[in-house]
């Protein structure tokens, strides 16, 4: 069987994940790993018996290597991904692809510019319920959208914030539990629901010692009229994640990985238009909805991307709806910041001066120590 050969550049955290992931899966091979740590580099590619490095240029540029996965903190996913496109090789990203819109801008220019294949590692829009979701949304099951909303509630411990220099500062992270807990379920926002075409917002450090945001909500406003409504958070527990789009031919409303589907055969509005009854409801019916078997979790994302070289098979999560979710997150911190309503597309201009002096104001940590590269198992496996 062909094979397509991954190397990972930021083997830290989660691109240890995805090594292991890799010795999974048919379709592909790991051969080579590269971490600018060198001590972690070593490790890494000892522990896979693959050569190591601490320059992402010598491994993209490794003939044994045919596409690339990017695992390092967000600043780096666009000058690393770009380098490689340029050189002809296919790029995951982890999520988000970028800090800001316009280093989103470059990458996705990038790939249509070599025309290589680029995608985002948002590995939950491969879970069963929410390819289901979509089936539904992109059949037209709920007509036109008049309502969105988001609850993504989840919890983080100040010993998660401080195991490492870059976390939850401006100058390593560019924020906070928006662009770092929050992004899956961002995309898949706007994934099923669009983007809106303003925001206002409202974000806030409540209990850790950080510099960026832990919670932020946003009112949304759609350019058919639709309103919508975001809530996210490091603060709670136990874990809520809620979505509901209310549309004039149906409701969808996934609660967890539960999943729950209500037909509107006549329609809000024109049952509102057309009946003489003043109290009675348009008549709703819940429709069970199949829940396909399938693969998920990052092992699909990295496969996907694998039949995609070798087979032509489509991208489950193309690099450029990447952009989406950097659309919601630099609107959402700019108004937070403001005060102020902020349109979608984002300024570009306005927010890099923005993150820019974000980026002044951060601080080393005080509490030191060498960062934990820990592999998160707990979350989107």
Request: aromatic content about 8%; some cysteine; glycine content about 8%.
């Amino acid at each position: 069987m062909a094979r397509v050969r991954y190397g990972i550049v930021g083997t830290g955290g989660m691109g240890t994940g995805h090594a292991r992931s890799i010795q999974k899966i048919d379709e592909c091979v790991l051969t080579a790993v590269c971490d600018i740590v060198p001590e972690v580099a070593k490790s890494v590619g000892e522990e896979f018996g693959v050569p190591y490095c601490t320059d992402y240029h010598e491994l993209i540029d490794r003939d044994d290597v045919d596409a690339v996965i990017v695992a390092t903190p967000h600043y780096f996913h666009p000058e690393i991904s770009i380098y490689a496109m340029e050189k002809g090789k296919p790029v995951i990203s982890e999520k988000p692809i970028a800090v800001t819109v316009s280093a989103a801008d470059a990458m996705v220019e990038a790939a249509k510019r070599t025309g290589t294949p680029f995608a985002v590692m948002y590995q939950t829009r491969t879970f069963p319920v929410w390819r289901a979701a979509w089936k539904l949304v992109s059949k037209g099951a709920l007509g036109e959208i008049y309502r969105t909303m988001m609850v993504y509630a989840t919890f983080r411990s100040q010993a998660y914030y401080d195991s490492a220099g870059w976390r939850a500062t401006w100058s390593g992270e560019g924020g906070g539990v928006l662009i770092n807990q929050a992004p899956h379920s961002l995309d898949r926002f706007a994934w099923l629901g669009g983007l809106p075409n303003k925001v206002v917002a409202y974000t806030a450090t409540k209990n850790h010692d950080i510099e960026v945001e832990d919670v932020a909500s946003a009112m949304l406003e759609y350019p058919n009229g639709a309103v919508g409504y975001i809530y996210c958070s490091t603060t709670e527990a136990p874990t809520s994640e809620i979505m509901e789009f209310a549309g004039e031919r149906g409701k969808l409303q996934i609660i967890g990985d539960q999943l729950r589907f209500w037909e509107l055969p006549e329609g809000v509005k024109a049952f509102s238009d057309t009946s003489p009854d003043m109290w009675q409801h348009p008549p709703a019916k819940e429709v069970e909805v199949e829940i396909p078997e399938c693969e998920s979790g990052h092992a699909a994302i990295i496969r996907n991307m694998a039949r995609h070289i070798l087979y032509g098979e489509e991208l489950l999560t193309p690099g450029v709806e990447g952009l989406n979710s950097v659309e919601l997150i630099n609107a959402i911190i700019l108004s937070g910041a403001t005060g102020e309503p902020v349109e979608i597309p984002v300024d570009r201009a306005r927010y890099d001066a923005f993150i820019e002096e974000k980026k002044k104001t951060s601080r080393p940590k005080k509490k030191g120590g060498p960062d934990k590269r820990i592999t998160d198992t707990v979350h989107h496996l």
